[in-house]
């Protein structure tokens, strides 16, 4: 037997709950409230362990340094890291009738995370049926998100990087709430596993006609400081392979550098940026990747 589950715009008769009102008002205001935000881009890999969430707050930075007004929101609900590598503290968000006021990094970046909403140490937790809490998980995620983007008031940016999860899901959310998506950036490690589960949500990404703007491969090679070489760390060439496979760009090669997750782990994106060889690296990938949204 085949069930087909009805939309939104497929229920009859009088809804008591105003759901499609609700829903419909909400992404009227998601796009009142990025009007000002000159290009969207996302950052995912449908893996995680590939360090995607340092290089997307990285690469915030780096295109901060240039003098543009940038955004970073954090779509990792559950797993949420971006503003503690970016260097923002747990305080109050400022929150009117209106909406609420980003936090705002060292690098000038507006941040939203849902680090900032939570109590140290504390889970993501929604309020549900705990017997039931696998049926509505997801459309409260979702929710969450679109309040992110709706609420959140973002002012003009010259761009917007949002941090996606590991897995595909938060991807097809986005690319539905979004007015539009300018582009993707793909994060894989060198392994050839890494590649496949990559190359998944890739080609989920083009079956929905986003334009992917590259590869990022990170973990590649072992950056020495003392003797400034990258010296091989994992076997495989995973970015190489999924750019030439998938008709994109490699936009750069980030070695593994120990430095550069000390100083994200205390918040100093500014310092790896300027002494790591992994700064200098996706320095380099924030160009290209500015270059490829002109």
């Given amino acids: 037997m085949t069930l ?22 909400q992404l009227a205001r998601v796009a009142e409230r990025l009007a000002g935000v000159e290009a969207c881009v996302a950052v995912m890999s449908g893996k995680g362990g590939v360090g995607k969430s340092l290089i997307t707050a990285a690469l915030a930075s780096a295109c901060a340094a240039r ?5 970073l929101l954090d779509a990792d609900l559950v797993g949420p890291t971006a503003a503690q590598m970016s260097g923002v503290q747990a305080t109050g968000l400022k929150v009117d009738e209106n909406g609420l006021d ?3 990094s060292p690098a ?19 309020k549900e049926p705990a017997s039931e809490s696998f049926v509505w998980r997801g459309a409260q995620e979702r929710g969450a998100l679109r309040e992110f983007l709706a609420d959140v008031r973002w002012g003009d940016l010259d761009l917007l990087l949002v941090d996606l999860p590991p897995g595909t899901q938060r991807l097809i959310d986005l690319d539905e709430l979004l007015p539009r998506l300018d582009g993707l950036v793909v ?23 986003i334009r992917i703007l590259g590869v990022v491969e990170n973990m590649a ?13 994992f076997p495989g060439n995973a970015g190489e392979q999924l750019a030439h496979s998938h008709d994109t760009t490699l936009l750069g090669r980030i070695p593994f550098d120990p430095d550069a997750a000390g100083h994200a782990n205390m918040g100093e994106l500014n310092q790896l940026m300027s002494h790591t ?18």
């Fill in 187 to 209: 994060v894989t490690i060198p392994a050839a596993a890494s590649e496949v589960a990559v190359g998944r949500s890739m080609t989920l990404a083009r079956q929905r006609g």
């Fill in 221 to 233: 090679g072992y950056a020495c400081a003392e003797c400034n070489e990258t010296r091989p760390l």
């Fill in 67 to 71: 003098g543009l007004a940038v955004g």
């Fill in 108 to 126: 000038g970046v507006r941040i939203m995370s849902m680090e900032l909403l939570l109590e140290e140490g504390a889970p993501l937790t929604f």
């Fill in 4 to 25: 087909k589950h009805r939309t939104y715009a497929e229920l009859t008769g009088t809804d008591a709950s105003r759901m499609v009102e609700q829903v419909t008002a």
């Fill in 277 to 294: 060889l992994a700064g200098a690296a996706i320095d380099a990938v924030a160009q290209e990747i500015l270059e490829a949204i002109k």
């Fill in 102 to 104: 980003p936090a705002i």
